[in-house]
Nanobody, 123 residues
Framework: QVELVESGGGLVQAGGSLRLSCAASGRIFGGSTMGWFRQAPGKEREFVAAITWDGGSTYYGDFVKGRFTIARDNAKNTMYLQMNSLKPEDTAVYLC????????????????WGQGTQVAVSS
């Protein structure tokens, strides 16, 4: 079992930055690929980024375009998402999750979701 708790969201102006954290409890964090998704009101949950267990490979949604960076610290059981050059369309609840197999861009391939942290970007 893995419990995930996101933090770091908030209100920021367009062009600003935020750093999200995903703290994990449980023993399987260090051996798991982890990911970030986001969900805006009335929209489907969207893949943002993923990182393999050792940080050796990272994956990003097409919309990221070099603005976000995913990282992890297995010693602290924590994953991060550094978001720069934020845009109003980045406004959403951001959720972290543990990947169990298959394509990392498909939400169905993730279990153990956190509750999410709200990010709001004003224009």
């Amino acid at each position: 079992q893995v419990e995930l708790v996101e933090s770091g969201g908030g209100l920021v102006q367009a062009g600003g930055s935020l750093r999200l954290s995903c703290a994990a409890s449980g023993r399987i964090f260090g051996g798991s690929t982890m990911g970030w998704f986001r969900q805006a009101p009335g929209k489907e949950r969207e893949f943002v980024a993923a990182i393999t267990w050792d940080g050796g490979s990272t994956y990003y949604g097409d919309f990221v375009k070099g603005r976000f960076t995913i990282a992890r610290d297995n010693a602290k059981n924590t994953m991060y998402l550094q978001m720069n050059s934020l845009k109003p369309e980045d406004t959403a609840v951001y959720l972290c999750a543990r990947h169990f197999g298959g394509s990392v861009v498909r939400r169905d391939n993730f279990n153990f979701w956190g509750q999410g942290t709200q990010v709001a970007v004003s224009s």
